[in-house]
């Protein structure tokens, strides 16, 4: 099986989600952002005010080209879908789901949340600006998922049952 993406907005449910699935398909969880932090021996917030957006984005990107090429559930970091090229990668070499949820859950699930370099900088119309202007990177996926009505499990289940219907596989339609 390809690998699975998930993709979304900080504070989508990207790494609880992964994890729960990973349990649920029996495959492994790969977190980008965590293995951005074990490669270049720095936090994600620290390669922010140390190095900057642009040497971040870098780093995920050539992270991104050495991920397994199948058997792996892979949360990715929320600017990851921004560049066309990571779309593409993961488009063409795995199954992309986008979860969903409203920028009012977002805020109320990231609020004491002081690990998030962007949400941190940026005032609540800033995030709104960033929000929208990602939200037509992360629809570029094969199915989209709102988890702002669901719990973590839920979502995971739904995903499962998803890939299960199509035996474990990706079946190229975008339902």
């Not at 109320?108 to 949400?119: G, I």
Request: with cysteine.
């Amino acid at each position: 099986m390809k690998p699975i993406f998930l993709t979304g907005f900080m504070g989508s449910g990207k790494t609880t989600v992964g994890s729960l699935l990973g349990e649920e398909l029996d495959l492994p969880v790969i977190d980008t952002d965590h293995l951005i932090e074990e490669t270049y021996g720095k936090t994600v917030a620290e390669i922010f005010a140390e190095d900057g957006e642009a040497v971040f984005r870098s780093y995920e990107a050539a992270i991104l080209a050495e991920l397994p090429k199948e058997d792996a559930v892979i949360t990715t970091g929320g600017g990851l879908a921004v560049s066309a090229e990571n779309r593409k990668f993961m488009m063409e070499n795995g199954f992309v789901i986008f979860l969903s949820c409203s920028l009012e859950t977002i805020f109320e699930r990231l609020k004491e949340d002081t690990s998030r370099p962007l949400f941190n900088q940026k005032k609540k119309k800033e995030m709104q600006k960033l929000f929208e202007a990602r939200l037509p990177f992360y629809r570029d996926c094969h199915w989209a998922l709102e988890t702002g009505g669901c719990d973590p499990e839920e979502a995971a289940e739904r995903i499962a049952a998803r890939l299960k219907r199509s035996e474990m596989g990706y079946t190229g339609d975008k339902r």
